[in-house]
């Protein structure tokens, strides 16, 4: 850059809120550099890190005086923790700028050139590399005699990880020496395929006096989940991903943990090298494979960066395949000598290397069971519950499989690994079963012909893939039905929550909705952890929800088809249930709205003398809705603005929104300065980006709805 630039251009100065926004950025990134370094516990996406590093890289470019050396941007993941000893590296070990698309490696092909002083006829030799996700480390060797090894730590010194080395197997303790396998007789130079040379310096002896060995240490997807198989039975803690298992096994002070752990690695740079040179990044690859050491076969020297955008292409596809995860494709610039040429950009990362990164939308897991869940309406659901995978910085372990027919057209088996993603903001699937990795063990699922909870037979309707339980008196049915009912999508009876609902019901005391009214202050005590402060709060809720809008009784009734905005409707249509109730379906389908298959559906449902009967028993025991009125029901979130992304796995979307509501609280549907929390499902993409930019606070799911509940438990009372 001119060193002319501030008097040709004017110098913007950073405003108070960028500089508080570096300094935010950089908090978030420390705190992400300790979890994943320190901790092996990320707890962002790397596409989320990215996206902050990238950021404040921005931020520091455009105001240099707010670089400061201690910025994230200048230093390479965090200092070393003091389990161990410390392991200084002899030459540090550098981190990778990314590259997130094609045309990212042209611009870096083009800076290449420029700090080269060459023209766009300078062809560039490059190879390309599988980005192994896993830790790296630094191995010395003495005379080809493995002598210690460490973590990166923070690129100047890690930790001191030796015994921990020696116990993986594909690690070679002494080094096979390159005379005995590829010498030419004087030994001065060892062509090791065509177009590369390795070429000892005077005096050596097959292997180099010393010599820093950089790779990457991984765990496969089979020991993976053999070992948090093993986990799981004697009920330990499982890793949620391959990375975080090498880590935490790595990383131990028991080596008698980590030699259990079968650890793989692959080798691929070089940091201090004495007595040898080498000509290339390929050169140094095939010296390695001779000296024994493994290095990764999937390497490509390509000629110019179109030849490299087709190697990430190609891979892009062809990951999942592989039996460990990559994150991406390392390319580096094939020669030394133009690599010391371009040098490094920083202290932190080299010019003549870039990581390009896939976007991690798709992620492999396994299938540890498949359930059934029994809705409201009785639709039986089979859910996979994976082992739990990062997604897109979220972590998964369930994803829908519809139903039967999706389950026989996937061949999906349980025990398969899987290829599951997120696509836009749908619930998570699965792509795909990856059938390399059958071992024959999986278990080929049914859908079972009677339902899970009352046994009865389970139905298909005419031109319907889902099955149901056609049971009204199901107890979970009922369960979920009257969990709903009193939710705060409905009647919004506070205390009376997913737990209580299920013992009232599991013990007969409520077998439709109408029986909560007809609960005694005795019967709620029979409850487990129940006081009498709580009864008496809960039988008040209870009593207080007799008179809430129309709409919300309808919400509440579980009417198939009818959500919360179409109770809105029908309650502002009609005025009062007992005209909703008379209503034809000509009538009902001539609402504005409210369709053909609705309308059936809700004079079906009023036909149904179950249900007259329960509609008789509410109106005895006093429920008389108020007309359509939409005022929140509380100003609990009153000022408070959400945002929902991703899936949500209890709630629906417009649910979730219609609660915040019902909260005096503001749902919206995009990130903004103004969002006071986002509420991140499974598979959250870009909002949960910008909301961790903004420094918004994001809540899970549960969190949510704890918020939502502020009486569930005796001590909760005031
Ligand atoms: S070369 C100065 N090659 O990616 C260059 N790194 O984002 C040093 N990694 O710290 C790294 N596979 O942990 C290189 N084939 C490969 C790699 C690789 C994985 C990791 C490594 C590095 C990080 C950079």
Redesign the pocket.
């Known amino acids: 850059m001119s060193n002319e630039m501030p008097a040709l251009m004017e110098m913007a100065r950073p405003s108070a809120q960028e500089q508080q926004r570096v300094e935010a950025l950089r908090a978030q990134l420390r705190n992400a550099n300790y979890l994943y370094y320190a901790q092996d516990a990320p707890e962002l996406s790397d596409a989320a890190y990215d996206a902050l590093m990238r950021e404040l890289r921005e931020l520091e470019e455009r105001f240099p005086e707010l670089l400061t050396p201690d910025s994230p941007t200048e230093r390479v993941g965090t200092e070393a923790v003091n389990l161990f000893a410390p392991y200084p590296h002899r030459v540090s070990?550098?981190?990778?700028d990314n590259a997130f698309s094609a045309d990212n490696l042209r611009s870096w092909e083009d800076r290449l050139r420029r700090q080269l002083g060459a023209g766009p006829e300078l062809a560039i030799e490059y190879i390309c590399?599988?980005?192994?996700d896993?830790l790296?480390v630094n191995l010395t060797y003495e005379n080809g005699q493995f002598i210690s090894g460490g973590t990166?730590g923070d690129g100047l010194t890690g930790e001191d990880i030796t015994p921990n080395l020696r116990t993986i197997s594909a690690l070679p303790k002494q080094l096979r020496p390159l005379s005995s396998r590829a010498s030419n007789g004087d030994n001065s130079v060892i062509p090791l395929s065509e177009g590369a040379e390795a070429v000892p310096t005077p005096g050596g002896q097959g292997v180099p006096a010393r010599i820093e060995i950089?790779g990457?240490v991984f765990m496969s997807h089979r020991e993976f989940a053999r070992i948090n198989g093993e986990a799981e039975e004697q009920g330990g803690r499982t890793f949620a991903n391959p990375r975080n298992a090498a880590a935490g096994s790595l990383r131990q002070k028991d080596i008698a943990v980590t030699a259990k752990r079968r650890l793989d690695i692959f080798l691929?740079?070089v940091g201090e090298c004495e007595g040898w040179t080498f000509q290339s990044q390929h050169d140094l690859l095939q010296a390695y494979r001779v000296w024994g050491l493994r290095t990764?076969p999937n390497v490509r020297v390509c000629e110019g960066i179109e030849q490299v955008i087709e190697f990430c292409d190609e891979w892009s596809g062809k990951k999942g395949e592989l039996p460990y995860d990559i994150d991406g494709v390392?390319v580096?610039v094939n020669s030394f000598s133009l690599q010391r040429e371009l040098g490094q950009v920083s202290s932190r990362?080299?010019r003549w290397?870039i990581?390009y990164k896939y976007p991690a939308l798709q992620v492999r897991t396994r299938v540890e069971s498949i359930e059934v869940q029994v809705g409201r309406t009785g639709a039986l659901t089979p859910v996979a519950n994976l082992t739990p995978v990062a997604l897109a910085g979220v972590m998964v372990a369930r994803a829908t499989l519809h139903n039967e027919d999706e389950i026989r057209r996937k061949d999906v088996r349980i025990g398969d690994w899987v290829v599951v993603q997120r696509a836009g903001e749908v619930i998570p699937e699965i792509v795909e079963v990856v059938k390399g990795e059958r071992t024959g063990d999986e278990i080929e699922f049914a859908m079972p012909a009677n339902c899970p909870s009352c046994g009865a037979q389970v139905v298909r309707a005419e031109g319907e893939a889902v099955l149901r339980c056609p049971n009204e008196e199901c107890p979970k049915k009922m369960h979920e039905r009257i969990r709903y009912f009193a939710s705060r999508m409905a009647m919004d009876i506070e205390g009376l929550g997913d737990k209580q609902c299920e013992q009232l019901t599991q013990v007969g005391l409520v077998r439709d909705v109408a029986d909560i009214y007809a609960l005694t202050k005795e019967q709620m005590l029979s409850l487990e952890r129940m006081g009498d402060k709580l009864a008496t709060k809960i039988l008040d809720h209870i009593e207080g929800s007799k008179t809430r809008p129309l709409a919300r009784l309808i919400a509440g009734l579980g009417i198939r088809h009818i959500g919360e905005h179409s109770s809105e409707v029908l309650a502002s249509h009609f005025g009062t249930l007992e005209k909703l109730a008379a209503a034809s379906v000509d009538e009902l389908a001539g609402v504005f709205e409210i369709g053909r298959r609705t309308a059936e559906s809700i004079r079906a449902f009023f036909d149904e003398p179950h249900n007259q009967r329960t509609l008789s028993k509410l109106h005895k025991a006093g429920v008389r809705p108020q007309s359509h009125d939409s005022a929140p029901h509380s100003d609990r979130f009153a000022g408070k603005s959400f945002v929902f992304t991703g899936t949500l796995i209890r709630l629906k979307r417009d649910e979730a929104e219609t609660l915040v509501k019902h909260l005096g609280g503001r749902a919206s549907g995009s990130v903004s300065k103004q969002t006071s929390y986002l509420v991140a499902g499974g598979e959250a993409g870009s909002k949960l980006t910008r909301a961790q930019q903004l420094g918004i606070p994001v809540l899970t799911e549960d969190e949510f709805l704890q918020m939502t509940e502020d009486i569930t438990e005796e001590s909760d009372l005031a």
């Open positions: 070990m550098l981190s990778l590399e599988l980005k192994i896993g790296s990166r950089r990457e691929y740079a990764n390392v580096k990362a080299p290397a990581a």
